[in-house]
């Protein structure tokens, strides 16, 4: 098993300093090829002040008026982080330059002083973010790959501040939702360093929770070699910190949504994970009355986002406080559909991919709901396997075009989705919530459950199924029950095979025995369908979801074409020649629609 480095660590290797030498080395070198009308780049001593700043640039050789101050933190850093900015700022009070820079080796932020020192909204004082590298260990800054790219990416950001100190460009100010997506992917990257050692050391040391990740995992149909890996743990790092940054953006949406909420502020004295932990859950509890299990109850993966350390403590103090600047109330009035895209941006195509979600490209989903949804007004649609709610998000759109006299809340109460892993069903139910943020009894009907434990007939036919409650905005208690029937079922089921079947909750065999008695019998016990045991655990969707639909209801799921001439295949096809009228099997021969297709 290999040791994560503690990022922390004191050793002495390159340091913050030599290696900002090294960047002003660079920025000599590019100002004289690309004749930029700039003087030395120097890494200073203490000034009167008694603070030195880390790298300074000139205007000229022969002057000492500065243009450029830049102040830098090891890799691991926000380069948005408050200290490392009023650090600068106050370096930058002394010295005078128009300008000063944030950075962390991989990132250049540049401020605009007198904007800084006016208080202007943090939009209004950033006049660019810059990607430098990915240099996550400042001893290989001179690494001929690591130094090619940032002395490139220098040579760009140089040139494009020339323009604006020269006057020969106009600055332009940061658009609100790509800085609040830049500032949260920053503490997203910060807490899953963070996270990652204190997972690392925990699985080492201790046997239950080695047992609770594992079965996580499990949830999350990943799988967890013998001997993990750091990428093990920071795949786990990493959904643990999209979560709580999640939870706490949305926390700021819903107060200025529906106002019973009270304001998240954090002490800055706490010492330890434990407060942190029990003054954020108190204020999520306020949420949880209301409704919104899917993003506030707790979780074993939100039992790691609170460790004893001071500096993820600091992290999300930073978060908060950025956060509380902004008056949500009128951004949500004057740009809820920025908002959305904050939220929709936040986790990238790839980045979903690396967190277990699949996504499912939506031209794909708009044509299978084409053949699905035929009534806008009151078909009823739900996706048993919903990952972060593509299928129902589109199925909203496409109700909301075809009859426009449907409300926000007449379509969400149409659409039901259910996922096994906590982190699908919190993506799904925000990604549902935004569609209109001004609507108070914004309540996606998305679970978080194991399909097959859910039983035909909904609370209609088994009361005793735990019900769903929220609490309208305007006091009153509403069940949302599991739907009897609907008219719809759509989605991807994931595509496990039956070998791995038994994986997924860490049962064993028996809980592939109990998936097959809850798929192939009806309510009575009888057998409605007989599948070969080298299925995979989408033929089963198919089997339990038809218990769910209507006479005359429609059936829609992207799938591996293995169904067609497996072994399986024969039972799963007299399945659906006896049980539905087959309108169309899509196969493209060109693309690959999905990852395991």
């Given amino acids: 098993m290999s040791k994560f480095v503690n990022p922390f660590e004191v050793v002495d290797h390159q340091t913050e300093w030599s290696a900002a030498a090294i960047i002003a080395e660079w920025i000599n070198q590019i100002t004289k090829e690309e004749g930029l009308p700039f003087g030395p780049a120097r890494v200073e001593k203490r000034g009167v002040d008694k603070k030195r700043p880390d790298c300074v640039l000139y205007e000229s050789p022969s002057c000492t008026k500065t243009v450029l101050l830049i102040e830098f933190k090891k890799p691991f850093y926000d380069p948005f982080d408050a200290e490392l900015k009023e650090a600068a700022r106050q370096k930058a009070a002394k010295r005078k330059p128009p300008y000063f820079v944030t950075s962390n080796f991989k990132t250049f932020i540049l401020w605009n002083t007198a904007s800084v020192n006016n208080g202007e909204p943090e939009e209004n004082q950033i006049r660019g973010r810059f990607e430098l590298s990915r240099i996550e260990n400042l001893d290989y800054i001179e690494n001929p790959s690591y130094q090619l790219t940032i002395q490139t990416e220098l040579k760009k950001f140089l040139n494009e501040f020339c323009q604006f100190y020269t006057g020969k460009k106009k600055e332009e100010k940061l658009p609100l939702d790509v800085l609040l997506r830049y500032r949260l992917s920053e503490k997203v990257r910060t807490l899953t360093i963070l996270y990652t ?69 954090i002490p800055e004295d706490l010492s330890t994970g434990g407060q942190l932990e029990s003054e954020l859950q108190a204020k999520f509890e306020h949420v949880l009355r209301i409704d919104y299990e899917t993003i506030y109850s707790p979780d074993f993966i939100d039992t790691l986002t609170f460790p004893n350390n001071k500096e993820v403590i600091r992290t999300v103090i930073d978060l908060i406080t950025a956060l509380n ?79 426009p006299t449907l409300d926000h809340k007449k379509v969400l109460s149409s659409l039901w989705g259910v996922d096994i ?36 007939g909904g609370l209609v036919d088994h009361p005793s199924i735990d019900a769903k409650e929220v609490k309208r905005h305007d006091g009153t208690i509403q069940k949302v029950p599991y739907p009897r029937t609907v008219d719809a079922i759509v989605g991807n089921p994931p595509y496990t095979r039956q070998e791995e079947i038994s994986e ?14 809850s798929a192939l019998k009806d309510v009575r016990g009888k057998q409605i369908a007989k599948i070969s045991k080298r299925a995979g655990i989408h033929a ?46 899509i196969e493209s021969k060109i693309e690959r629609w999905f990852e395991d297709a």
């Fill in 197 to 265: 050692p204190v997972i690392q050391e925990q699985y080492q040391s201790d046997k239950q929770f080695r047992r609770n990740l594992r079965k996580w995992f499990n949830e999350q149909m990943w799988s967890l070699p013998p001997f993990p890996e750091i990428y093990d743990f920071e795949k786990a790092a990493r959904q643990a910190a999209y979560l709580l940054v999640n939870k706490i953006f949305f926390y700021e949406v819903l107060r200025a949504q529906i106002g019973q909420i009270p304001e998240l502020k």
């Fill in 325 to 403: 600047r902004y008056d949500w109330v009128q951004l949500i009035k004057e740009a809820p559909d920025t908002i959305g895209k904050i939220f929709e941006d936040l986790i990238p195509a790839k980045e979903r991919h690396n967190l277990g979600q699949y996504f499912t490209r939506t031209d794909v989903v708009d044509l299978i709901l084409s053949f699905c949804l035929k009534n806008p007004t009151t078909d009823t649609v739900m996706d048993p396997s919903c990952g972060t709610g593509t299928f129902l998000v589109q199925a909203y759109f496409q109700k909301r075009l075809l009859d």
């Fill in 421 to 456: 892993a906590k982190f699908p069903a919190h993506l799904s139910t925000i990604n549902l919530a935004l569609r209109d943020l001004r609507e108070k009894d914004n309540y996606p009907q998305i679970f978080q459950n194991d399909f097959f434990e859910l039983k035909l």
């Fill in 504 to 517: 997924i909750s860490g049962k064993e065999d028996a809980y592939k025995e109990n998936l097959i008695q």
């Fill in 540 to 585: 089963y969707f198919f089997i339990h979801g038809f218990k769910f639909l209507k006479n005359g209801g429609r059936f829609g799921f992207i799938v591996s074409n293995s169904w067609m001439d497996a072994d399986y295949g024969k039972d799963l096809q007299k399945f659906f020649l006896k049980n539905y009228k087959v309108v169309a099997i």
